[in-house]
């Protein structure tokens, strides 16, 4: 008898959004600046999230792209996937999602163990390197089945959280909202691995979900510091990856409308990094993954 749709649809749009946005919104233009310099990244992982700043982003100093440099090298069935010298990264995964019959999550066994297969590599090399430092992984997923699904593949291939850095930045696999304020090398560096899971079996009929919520989205993206590295199907989330961009500064007819973000994402990691299958990942002699 109190709650109809419309007071809940105010009470949600209140609990969701948050205030600080609301009240930069509504001052004056005259009296906002914004602060566009970053310490946290090196140049080309900024590039990816500065879609969200209409890239008005800089790198806050002289010698900071050296100062984040990853160093590392990967290799898998004979090919180098990851390069010391390139920090963005996207594998592009053609595995479905699922859903399990008593969750309202979701999770892709096809994402996850891409991501497992990456952390087998980034131990060996570090093991394998003894000179070279092991630095501060983490693992972001948009939904929580995912990060569970993640842990127990780590659990079965052997894969412990020690076999990274063992400093107060431990290694750490869990959701995008856990992640707010924290930061890692390799988010995996930090390397950071956003996984974004979606790709569903009848994508034209999907609830894009949590990948359209660009404000998770961005701060995932910019967690990383050395190397990021976003696995997700490309086709669909640039096909659904469609959003209303909100002018960064507040301003009342400067949102972006329709801003293909995904597409914009991926395009810049392509041009500064590199694009590559899951099975150029994993230890596969077929395209089983794809099957």
């Given at each position: 008898?109190?709650?109809?749709?419309?007071?809940?649809?105010?009470?949600t749009r209140l609990y969701e959004e948050c205030f600080f946005k609301t009240l930069f919104e509504k001052i004056p233009y005259a009296y906002?600046?914004?602060?566009?310099?970053?310490?946290?990244?090196h140049e080309h992982i900024m590039k990816v999230f500065n879609h969200f700043y209409q890239g008005e982003l800089r790198i806050g100093f002289n010698g900071q792209n050296n100062f984040k440099k990853h160093g590392i090298d990967l290799y898998s069935n004979g090919r180098k996937i990851i390069q010391?010298?390139?920090h963005i990264y996207f594998v592009d995964c053609k595995q479905p999602e699922t859903r399990d019959f008593d969750s309202t999550s979701i999770y892709?066994?096809?994402?996850?163990?891409?991501i497992v297969e990456l952390l087998k590599k980034l131990k060996?090399?570090?093991?394998?390197?003894?000179n070279?430092?092991?630095?501060?992984?983490?693992?972001?997923?948009?939904?929580?089945?995912?990060?569970?699904?993640i842990k127990e593949l780590m659990k079965a291939e052997k894969v412990k959280p020690e076999d990274f850095n063992k400093t107060s930045e431990k290694f750490i696999v869990s959701t995008v909202d856990d992640f707010q304020g924290d930061e890692r090398d390799i988010i995996i560096f930090f390397i950071i691995i956003l996984s974004t899971i979606r790709k569903p079996q009848e994508p034209s009929k999907s609830n894009p979900g949590f990948i359209l919520a660009y404000q998770r989205i961005n701060v995932a993206l910019s967690r990383a510091r050395r190397l990021l590295i976003v696995v997700g199907n490309r086709k669909y989330l640039e096909q659904r990856g469609v959003i209303n961009l909100p002018d960064v500064y507040g301003r009342i007819g400067f949102d972006q409308k329709n801003?293909?973000?995904?597409?914009?994402?991926?395009?810049?990691i392509e041009t500064y990094g590199k694009v590559i299958d899951d099975i150029d990942v994993l230890e596969l002699?077929?395209?089983k993954i794809n099957a």
């Open positions: 008898s109190i709650i109809n749709v419309d007071i809940n649809r105010k009470f906002k600046t914004m602060l566009v310099q970053q310490y946290r990244c010391s010298d390139k892709n066994i096809g994402e996850a163990s891409v060996y090399y570090f093991k394998n390197n003894p070279i430092t092991p630095l501060s992984v983490g693992i972001i997923c948009t939904y929580g089945d995912q990060a569970k699904k801003f293909r973000v995904y597409e914009e994402i991926i395009n810049t002699k077929e395209g």
